[in-house]
């Protein structure tokens, strides 16, 4: 039973062009994530959904866009696709508070060309 | 302003020996912290934390020691065994912040010879 998971593990797509990650947590938790890991091996956090407050950070253009039906889903929705978006993206989630874990899925590998 | 640094991108150790992972940190509100281990097309999974009331916590084989008069954290790792060969990431959190919003470092890629 996979805690988060998020689908495509893989994403070729051409620049220009719509795409969107899904991600869902099946251990009950609240608060959501989605993390970006560059070229540089650097995780940077790009929002946060705790039940219906979202949490977007100022850095990430408004091109990406988070979407939660319920509790256990936060999918997010690349607009416009730019070479410079090729990266891993990680969904995560946690229970609400600040002295735990996160538990993170295996993350997307989304390439632009 | 990266707030919280591994200097060390890489470390090689022998398999047996200590593997000893260092992080440092500036914001001192940070009052959690953790480091978590990546295998290569895997998400981060959690591996030990630490509170800052305290300056070690050990769990088996890990033990994460914490000064926060230095803003230095360190992984020991003993005795080191292959499989542990992996990016390990330290995080940081602050009051009042969710788990996943933590502040990683850049990794530290840890490489056990047999």
């Known amino acids: 039973d996979t805690a988060v998971s998020q689908t495509p593990k893989y994403l070729v797509t051409q620049m220009g062009n719509d795409k969107s990650i899904k991600c869902e947590q099946n251990l009950g938790h609240d608060t959501m994530y989605w993390y970006k890991q560059d070229s540089k091996k650097f995780l940077k956090i790009m929002f946060s959904y705790n039940n219906k407050e979202l949490i977007i950070n100022e850095t990430v253009p408004n091109r990406f866009s988070p979407k939660s039906p319920d509790k256990a889903h936060l999918n997010l929705h690349i607009n416009s696709l730019e070479l410079g978006d090729s990266a891993v993206y990680f969904c995560a989630s946690s229970l609400r508070g600040s002295n735990t874990e996160a538990f993170f899925g295996q993350g997307t590998r989304l390439t632009v060309v | 302003d990266q707030q919280v640094k591994q200097n060390s991108p890489s470390l090689s150790v022998q398999e047996g020996r200590i593997s000893i992972l260092n992080c440092d940190y500036t914001n001192s509100m940070f009052d959690y912290f953790l480091w978590y281990k990546k295998y290569p097309a895997e998400g981060p999974t959690f591996l030990i934390s630490?509170?800052?009331?305290?300056d070690k916590n050990e769990d088996g084989r890990f033990t994460v020691f914490l000064n926060k008069s230095a803003k230095h954290l360190s992984l020991h790792i003993v005795p080191s065994q292959p499989g542990d060969s992996a990016v390990y990431f330290c995080?940081?959190?602050?009051?009042?912040?969710?788990?996943?919003?933590?502040?990683f470092g850049d990794g530290t890629t840890l490489t056990v010879k047999p």
């Open positions: 995080a940081a959190s602050a009051p009042k912040t969710n788990a996943g919003k933590s502040t």
């Open positions: 630490i509170s800052s009331i305290k």
